[in-house]
Each structure stands twice: as structure tokens, then as C-alpha cells.
């Protein structure tokens, strides 16, 4: 089968590429659409504005560097949305590779990143890889419950029957991705947001600490589950 081959469960899944590189966008947008997506684009954070405003779409494709408001800025403002909108899958996409960067994009709510240059059949792997976890997760459920906590899966916000729990950047980042596929058992690497944790003893560090803030007994987790020789499950309520 040709690389280029329609994906068989692509089933015409809307992606939003927004690059202000006028060639990468093209490019982009001819291979994602011979791999069976349909794709609209946008060359600045204000044009993607607009096309989300009229449009639902099941992941973007989001550059750093580009001019006025640049792609950490714009995924911040994505993730203070509410509802569907709020919610979509961003990968990260820029010329950009250092680790810090890497961080900032997960930190602000990214679901992956890549560093240009990239293999473009890399990036549909990663695509396909997202959309299979969003998938995994109730379609618009915003808030997963857990006993007397609720967690905003957009907003990344934690309460206790209404009151505010304090979380870190990481312990945020690590419940949205275990939330977005609940009672699915979610790989450590994929936890630790391909940071090198190859190990995952930060992830594991990172669930002991969020077990003392959701659990009534964090010796024998009810919410956040260990799946042995994979990683971690959420089963919220």
C-alpha cells in the first residue's frame, strides 16, 4: 500500500493546520488530505479564530513562531474555551526543539509536539495517535467526577465539592491526559509526554502526590489505578 494511501479509519476527520509558512501549510494540507483527512487551514492564530468559531474540528495542528500572537498563546486562549471547542487535541508543531519549549506547549495543554523538521509520516502517526485517545473519551464531557472532586478537563481545574484544590503544572497536565481516555489503561511514556522519562519515575512520583489530593486512601487508590507492566488508569465515577 502506498504511504500516501487514504488512512482506512481517517473517515474524513477534520483537522485545522494553522502555519503562517504559506509552502508548509500547502504541503500539509495536499498529504493530509491523500492520507483521507479533511483539512482546513489557517496562516495566523486570528484566522484560526474565525474558522473555530463557524467550524468543529478533531485536533489542530498548531505553529510556535508565527507573527502577532504565536502558538503557545493561541493554545492558552483554546483551553480557556469551554465546551467541545476547549477541549480539541493540539500538536504542537514549530522549529523548535528545545526541551523547554517542548515543556511550555504540554504545560499550556498540548496533546503532543514536534520539532520541524519532521517526516510527515511521523506526524500522521502522531495525529492518528491523539485521536485515538480523544476517542477514548466521552465526546463532549467536560467535567470528570470523582467522589467529591470535580475536575474541568478544559480549564484544567480541580474542586472539592466547589472549593479550589491546588495542583501543579504537572500533576494538571497528567490528570487531562488520564482524563481524556477514563477506564483505558494510559502508558507512562505517553504520561510524561515523551520528556525522556523513559523510566517513568516522575509520572510515578507525580500520581503518588495527586493520590493525597483525590484519594480517601491513597494506599489503595479507588480513581487513580495502576496498571501493571503499562502505566495508570482514571476510573472517575
Known sequence: MSALTPAADAERRHLLVVDDDDRIRDLLKEFLTRRGFRVSTAPDAAAARRLLAA???DLLVVDVMMPG??????TRWLRGRSGEAGAAPVLILTA???PDDRI???RLGADDYLAKPFDPEELVLR???ILRRAAAAPRGERHVRMGRYSFDTARG???AEGEPVRLTESETQLLKTLARAPHAAVDRYDLAGGQGDAGGRAVD????RLRRKIEGD???PRYLRTVRGRGYMLTPD
Open 104 to 106: 511550555e506547549g504540554l
Open 69 to 74: 500572537e504565536d502558538g503557545f498563546s493561541f
Open 218 to 220: 491513597p494506599a489503595n
Open 55 to 57: 467550524l468543529r474540528f
Open 205 to 208: 512520583i507525580q500520581v503518588t
Open 157 to 159: 481545574e480541580l474542586t
Open 96 to 98: 523548535r526543539g528545545q
Open 127 to 129: 495525529i492518528e495517535a
